[in-house]
């Protein structure tokens, strides 16, 4: 096997992985929909390089956080079927990881844009 299909194959998985959060889950969407507007906003206001930079980190940190959730919500469900509080408990701190995620990029977007929505 070459390691160039190797790798190929690899990334067509990931990104099958990706379009499986995309089109089952509806919280990816929202996510993706904000980050399309916080884009969108940078590109009206005029963003400098490094506040650009910031929103890129903040926008794929919200997203890795949903698919690293949907990933454990997946195996937790496949792993107990039936409720468990360890299984509830193991997805509520994987849904704590994109609230913080989320949080976090709403607070970073209110120091980013909140000077220049100031000018205006």
């Known amino acids: 096997m070459s390691s160039n299909g190797g ?4 990334f067509a998985w ?3 992985g990706l ?3 995309i089109r089952e889950e509806q919280n990816m969407r929202i ?5 399309g507007a916080a884009l969108g906003m940078g590109w009206i206001l005029e963003l400098e390089r490094g506040e650009w930079g910031l929103l890129f980190i903040a926008i794929v940190l919200v997203l890795m956080a949903e698919v690293i959730n949907t990933a454990i919500e997946r195996t937790v469900d496949l792993m107990a079927p039936q409720y468990h509080p360890l299984a509830e408990k193991a997805k ?3 849904a704590g990881a994109v609230l913080l995620s ?6 970073l977007g209110v120091i980013i844009f909140g000077p220049h929505i100031i000018k205006i």
């Open 14 to 16: 990931a990104i099958s």
């Open 7 to 10: 790798i190929i194959r690899k």
């Open 31 to 35: 996510h993706l929909l904000a980050a």
């Open 19 to 21: 379009a499986a959060v």
């Open 92 to 94: 509520n701190m994987a």
């Open 102 to 107: 989320a949080v976090s990029a709403v607070i």
